[in-house]
T-cell receptor, first 113, second 111 residues
């Protein structure tokens, strides 16, 4: 079956520092990856995505890196702000599994003012 | 546009009772999903649908049924609720090729 896991369940960073959240996946056929942010009491919100034909994608203050060789995904948040405090999930999808999204267990990011 | 709307937002059931959770979308997406989220765990897929009139099992389908009679609605049913089904339920929609959009969740407690 699928497995999507995160290396660290919690992460604390100082405001203004950069944050890195990691994710591992096991399906070599996964071709689409997404990072979601979930604030308390809310549904997951899309942050950034990347397809398997890319290694890196940048958004506003966020960068996603994909290493297909070791099946590893990371989310980098630049100049972390208190509003970034949330749980972050990676999700992956493979065409050979019916386009279902499989989620990791999440990393709780706390930004220290 | 409302996006993805779930009703109800909260519900308390007694063991053995039944209920239906409704997910409605105005995004014209083909794919719809039901997930459950338990403390310290990620989202686990219960059932999903790839289009009107279709349904398929996900990772944890036991104890749940779904129906997709209309493209914009995806219903999740619990025929006989159990305490193990206490969870937060999320509906999501997708084109199938891009990200999934989530509703705000339904917090269900079974006592």
């Amino acid at each position: 079956g699928e497995s999507v896991g995160l290396h660290l369940p919690t992460l604390s960073v100082q405001e203004g520092d950069n944050s890195i959240i990691n994710c591992a996946y096991s399906n070599s056929a996964s071709d689409y990856f997404i990072w979601y942010k979930q604030e308390s009491g809310k549904g997951p919100q899309f942050i950034i995505d990347i397809r398997s034909n890319m290694d890196k994608r940048q958004g506003q203050r966020v960068t996603v890196l994909l290493n297909k060789t070791v099946k590893h995904l990371s989310l980098q948040i630049a100049a972390t702000q208190p509003g970034d405090s949330a749980v972050y999930f990676c999700a992956e999808k493979a065409s050979n599994t019916g386009n279902q999204f499989y989620f990791g267990t999440g990393t709780s990011l706390t930004v220290i003012p | 546009n409302a996006g993805v709307t779930q009703t109800p937002k909260f519900r308390v059931l007694k063991t053995g009772q039944s209920m239906t959770l409704l997910c409605a979308q105005d995004m014209n997406h083909e794919y719809m999903y039901w997930y459950r989220q338990d403390p310290g765990m990620g989202l686990r897929l219960i059932h999903y649908s790839v289009g009107e009139g279709t349904t398929a099992k996900g990772e944890v389908p036991d104890g749940y049924n779904v129906s997709r009679l209309k493209k914009q609605n995806f219903l999740l049913g619990l025929e006989s609720a159990a305490p193990s089904q206490t969870s937060v339920y999320f509906c999501a929609t997708s084109t199938g090729d891009t990200e999934a959009f989530f509703g705000q969740g339904t917090r269900l407690t079974v006592v």
